[in-house]
């Protein structure tokens, strides 16, 4: 059985919401409780692998469990992006090039393997484990554009998620009114949602003087992570038995 949600308005409300929490939540851990990119990357790895194979081990989508390993993935990219840019010191345009390779490498194979990369047909434990590991690549991906964007573009915060608020506007755009594949569109926006989420959470935690709204990473992830409970408890409220259409 599909385990995975409707793709619809909801979900990518959702979705943008959760990989904005797991920026501010990233910073949270690494930043404001000092732990350390190090740190934080690890423990929240291991919490997500713990997460991970519970939704393998369910049969049927369970709405909570499938946002929290959402989270996860969005929370430890943000730490593990940030260790590979900032203490390794590869910088965020060679950091965004190692994971875009790296995503596109995953993407091939998952296409190769498995003949199919369409969220509605995901089946059986090797397409959800590449499912969830594409998903953990992008959203460390999108850590990495996100800060590339806001930080080193010259963009800002504000700049960088107008930016690629427009790109995912046109390639709904396309959705709706081309017959460019679905499938190919649909990762398109997936993997794009992560540097708009990035570059919000940037944009709500950061002082005023670095051009940010200064709320903190406490108070923004407090402000998202109910939002999120939020929708996702009226989702799971007027959800209806049906399969996901992508």
């Known amino acids: 059985m599909n385990k995975l949600p409707e793709i619809t308005i909801f979900f990518w409300a959702m979705k943008i919401c959760a990989t904005t929490l797991g920026e501010t939540a990233g910073d949270l851990f690494s930043m404001t409780m000092n732990l350390g990119y190090a740190v934080s990357s690890l423990l929240l790895l291991c919490i997500f692998l713990i997460s991970l194979v519970a939704q393998l081990r369910i049969r049927y989508h369970q709405p909570w469990l499938y946002w929290s390993v959402i989270l996860l993935t969005s929370t430890a990219g943000t730490t593990v992006s940030d260790f590979m840019d900032r203490t390794l010191g590869l910088g965020y345009g060679v950091g965004a090039l190692l994971l875009a390779s790296l995503l596109a490498g995953l993407l091939v194979f998952w296409k190769i393997t498995q003949h199919n990369i369409s969220v509605s047909n995901v089946s059986g434990t090797k397409p959800e484990i590449l499912y969830w590991l594409v998903i953990l690549v992008s959203n460390t991906l999108g850590t990495a554009l996100g800060d590339y964007l806001s930080d080193s573009s010259g963009l800002g915060f504000f700049g960088g998620a107008m930016l690629i608020s427009s790109v995912i506007t046109i390639t709904a755009i396309a959705y709706w009114y081309t017959t460019v594949s679905r499938v190919a569109l649909f990762w398109i926006a997936f ?56």
Do not use: C
């Open 191 to 246: 993997v794009l949602t992560r540097p708009l989420g990035a570059t919000i959470g940037d944009l709500m935690t950061k002082p005023i003087e670095h051009g940010g709204l200064n709320w903190g990473t406490q108070g923004s992830s407090f402000a998202l992570f109910i939002i999120l409970v939020s929708i996702i408890l009226y989702t799971s409220r007027t959800a209806k038995p049906l399969a996901t259409h992508n």
